[in-house]
């Protein structure tokens, strides 16, 4: 795991100067603390900082051929590496090193552009081929690892993170329609970035940079069609032997290696799947919270005795006032899912004792996990109901429900099903997922910002991907892997985990295991409420029912506490402040009666003050306006 960075000019020798380079690879060296390698050659400017996992010795970045006429970076692991190797030195090929990386470079050989679908694993490739004066850069199939990069004239400038760009940007000017997207989802999704003149490579797509031009393709789609034949018999055995090979594969490691327990199912399988095929006791490490409601040590705790793990846990006391500047730091764009709190400790502690660590991220989109899935069903029928009666009777008594805090608001989950009165189902999904939304809070945003984009084109943005005709939760949970998945999950991981130079891998987002359970007829994903139904009968040998059959949790944090807590005096000195930059944005009068009422508990306005907060330290943090 690393970060890559680096430029290609066609126009010029030298695409960057020496001091250019250097600023691009100390901006991630991170990603990379053990050390960083640059390549300047005509045309090309390469920059690679490495945390060494696979050949720790002889791996370096970036890699070239025999000939010296390609050469590559990487930031990620393939996970098929050996047998990939195997197959090209019987082509001929001759390596030099024992590394995962090197394989890439002659794939390229032989298939070129081709070359990244023979790859298993996660992924930012950059290659650059002399001879054809040609850049290519890949993404993996999910959006694991992230790829930034600008295009001017006949330049390119590309990195693990925006910040490593920066160094090389002419400008800093802020994409408003990215911002409207952050304020409204609380992230900035592919292709856009907060920057203007700045974009991210999509998941599962590939760049080709030339004399002639840019050309983005995209290698990789989820499979959609469902198999009506297979048994849930057989489908479960399936489930349980790609899981566990998945699992498997992802053990390779010439480093320290542990797994993060939730106390989930998915981690817990994780875990469980791991337990049974290595002779060795497996690490495994766990987060609580002060506030018993939103601690699952006890359950992290049963699965670690069970397998008789090297098991540590610790309790997140948050210095939020300390650590904020660097996690938004981290974080990289502006970014308000509050997880990304407990994901930073836990990938600071946990990097104390290994360099790898295995997750469950991806159970939820995989085998149907989210409650909201279940409630876009809900939602079906809901919207069957005449209009009339949804939008003057029922929602106007919704409208009444007091929003409260607590992780589990049956009555909270009542008011969204019901307010604002929405049109179908899909639109109602949108809106369960947005921050800001237009229905009920367009009329917050100052004059001035309401001027930089038509609130038509905000609320429009993402109702292209719920165009199936598929069931409501199989529509729901193929948008969350385009959207959700690789913008928000993937970011909070990728960025958190690499803030310590800790590389995070996640079986259940195998690309194999994705295309399986997406073929699979939903009634074996879930039934009514209860979610991985496939995956808990496939694992009922291994995991106990009082870890199987509980709700879902997720990994929320008690953030509306927080806010009438440790983090009061610093959320109204960061929002009401009058040189407060997002106040250009929402109205000063309505960021005071959000504090007013979330202080006086009269509602619980935390995601969207939490959303503002983020924003406000991100452009503080990285001196950039708002305007």
């Not at 430029?7 to 960057?16: H, L, M, S």
């Not at 992230?187 to 797509?205: E, F, H, M, R, T």
């Amino acid at each position: 795991m690393c970060g890559i960075t680096g430029a290609v000019d066609f126009t010029t020798a030298e695409p960057i100067t020496t001091e250019v380079l250097d600023s691009m690879c100390k901006s991630i060296e991170h990603r990379g603390p053990d050390g960083t390698r640059k390549m300047l050659r005509q045309h090309l400017a390469f920059g690679h900082t490495r945390l060494s996992v696979i050949d720790t010795e002889g791996g370096w970045q970036p890699i070239s051929n025999e000939d010296d006429s390609i050469h590559v970076i990487l930031n990620g692991e393939i996970y098929n590496y050996q047998n990939l190797r195997c197959s090209l030195e019987k082509l001929g090929h001759t390596f030099k090193t024992a590394s995962d990386t090197e394989v890439i470079v002659h794939l390229y050989e032989e298939r070129e552009n081709q070359f990244v679908k023979e790859l298993d694993g996660m992924f930012a490739i950059a290659i650059f081929d002399e001879r054809k004066k040609r850049l290519v850069l890949a993404r993996d199939r999910i959006g694991k690892k992230p790829l930034f990069y600008s295009i001017e004239r006949n330049q390119l400038i590309f990195g693990s993170e925006l910040k490593a760009l920066q160094p090389a940007l002419k400008s800093r000017e802020i994409n408003h329609a990215s911002l409207r997207e952050y304020l409204t989802y609380g992230y900035v999704g592919a292709p856009s970035s907060i920057l203007d003149g700045v974009q991210k490579l999509p998941p599962g797509n590939l760049l080709e940079f030339s004399q002639n031009g840019r050309k983005i393709e995209r290698y990789w789609n989820l499979n959609s069609n469902i198999d009506s034949d297979i048994s849930f018999e057989e489908a479960c055995s399936q489930v349980r032997e790609r899981v566990d090979q998945a699992v498997k594969s992802r053990q390779i490691s010439d480093v320290a290696l542990g797994f993060f327990l939730s106390g989930g199912i998915d981690s817990s399988i994780t875990v469980a799947s791991a337990a049974t095929t290595m002779a060795r006791s497996l690490k495994t490490f766990s987060i609580g919270f002060e506030e018993q409601s939103f601690s699952e040590l006890p359950y992290a705790r049963n699965i670690a005795e069970r397998f008789s793990t090297e098991h540590e846990e610790f309790i997140v006391k948050p210095d939020l006032i300390g650590d904020i500047a660097n996690i938004v730091k981290a974080a990289d764009e502006p970014f308000a899912d509050s997880s990304m709190v407990p994901m930073y400790y836990l990938c600071r502690q946990t990097r104390k004792h290994v360099t790898v660590a295995i997750s469950g991220d991806g159970g939820d989109e995989a085998f149907s996990g989210y409650d909201r899935y279940y409630g876009i069903s809900l939602a079906e029928n809901f919207y069957r109901t005449p209009h009339l009666i949804r939008k003057g009777l029922i929602g106007p008594i919704a409208c009444r429900i007091p929003e409260q805090s607590g992780k589990r608001s049956n009555l909270r989950r009542l008011k969204r099903l019901a307010f604002p009165a929405m049109t179908s189902p899909d639109e109602w999904y949108r809106g369960w997922m947005q921050q800001f939304r237009v229905e009920t809070h367009g009329d917050v945003f100052t004059t001035d910002f309401m001027k930089k984009d038509s609130v038509a084109e905000w609320r429009d943005r993402n109702i292209a991907l719920f165009t199936s005709k598929e069931p409501g939760d199989r529509r729901a949970r193929l948008a969350d892997i385009e959207t959700y998945l690789p913008n928000d999950l993937m970011v909070k991981t990728d960025r958190m985990s690499m803030a310590f130079g800790l590389e995070v891998r996640s079986p259940f987002l195998d690309h194999r295991l994705l295309e399986f359970s997406s073929s699979l007829p939903e009634k074996y994903l879930r039934s009514n409420r209860n979610g991985k139904r496939i995956l808990k009968a496939a694992y009922a040998d291994l995991i106990p029912p009082e870890i199987a059959n509980r709700p879902k949790e997720g990994f929320t944090v008690p953030i509306a506490t927080w806010i009438n807590g440790p983090l009061k005096s610093t959320i109204r000195e960061h929002l009401a402040a009058g040189s407060a930059q997002v106040s250009k944005i929402v109205e000063p009068t309505y960021i005071d009666r959000m504090l007013y009422e979330h202080t006086n508990m009269k509602h619980d306005h935390s995601i969207r003050l939490w959303n503002l907060f983020c924003l406000e330290a991100w452009a503080n943090e990285f001196r950039v306006t708002l305007s």
